[in-house]
């Protein structure tokens, strides 16, 4: 099965900063089949980006996905309260479905 | 609304079996494919089984497959998993998720726990 990595295991910014997630697929993933969730303490996921880069609805533009292969990121070009959360990425390119162990984005 | 709202987690004795179910409202429901995905106690996310919209394919993590089923009731709109011998490992929030059959999810429920313990 894809291992997908994540890193970092935790990123520490302030409101308004840029954050860049990291996920590295142990093999190519078919079609860039790449999704985002974000999950908030006692919430379920939320599907932000799917297809590597394409946003899910109601996602604003401030989330972007993009890279191919081996080398995915999550962008979120400035933070605002509400994004500090886990965020997973999920393979869909092969089966089984697998996803990679969270990038946790706290307050600094 | 579109939700999904996922019942009949509880505690379990190893070895036990349970039967959770997730009613879906909002949405058509015999037009999607649903799968299980569950989370251990502070851990990541792991895929659990996936059904198509008409019930006639299924598809499992290796890990249960043998020892769940999942299934479906379009009538009533409802995503049913049952799960035998369970396991400690097997202990988890058991979320229902919408989205197109083996790909990502659109749409997740509030999840319900299973606790698996003597």
């Known amino acids: 099965e894809i291992v997908l990595t994540q890193s970092p295991g935790t990123l520490s910014l302030s409101p308004g900063e840029r954050a860049t997630l990291s996920c590295r697929p142990s093999?190519?993933?078919?079609?860039?089949?790449l999704a985002w969730y974000q999950q908030k303490p006692g919430q379920a996921p939320r599907l932000l980006i799917y297809d590597t880069s394409s946003r899910a609805t109601g996602i604003p533009d401030r989330f972007s996905g993009s890279g191919s292969g081996t080398d995915f990121t999550l962008t979120i070009s400035r933070l605002e309260p509400e994004d500090f959360a886990v965020y997973y990425c999920q393979q869909y390119g092969t089966s089984p479905l697998t996803f990679g162990g969270g990038t946790k984005v706290e307050i600094k | 609304e579109v939700q999904l709202l996922e019942s009949g987690g509880t505690l379990v004795q190893p070895g036990g079996s349970l039967r959770l179910s997730c009613a879906a409202s909002?949405?058509?429901?015999?037009?999607?494919?649903m799968s299980w995905v569950r989370q251990a106690p502070g851990k990541g996310l792991g895929w659990v089984a996936a059904?198509?919209?008409?019930?006639?394919?299924?598809y499992y993590a290796d890990s249960v497959k043998g020892r769940f089923t999942i299934s479906r009731d379009n009538s009533k709109n409802t995503l049913y998993l049952q799960m035998n011998s369970l396991r400690a490992e097997d202990m988890a929030v058991y979320y229902c998720?919408?989205?197109?059959?083996?790909?990502?999810?659109?749409?997740w429920g509030r999840g319900t726990l299973v606790t698996v313990s003597s």
């Open positions: 998720a919408k989205g197109p059959i083996l790909y990502y999810f659109d749409l």
């Open positions: 093999q190519n993933i078919r079609s860039s089949y």
């Open positions: 909002g949405f058509t429901f015999s037009n999607y494919a």
């Open positions: 059904i198509s919209g008409a019930g006639l394919s299924t």
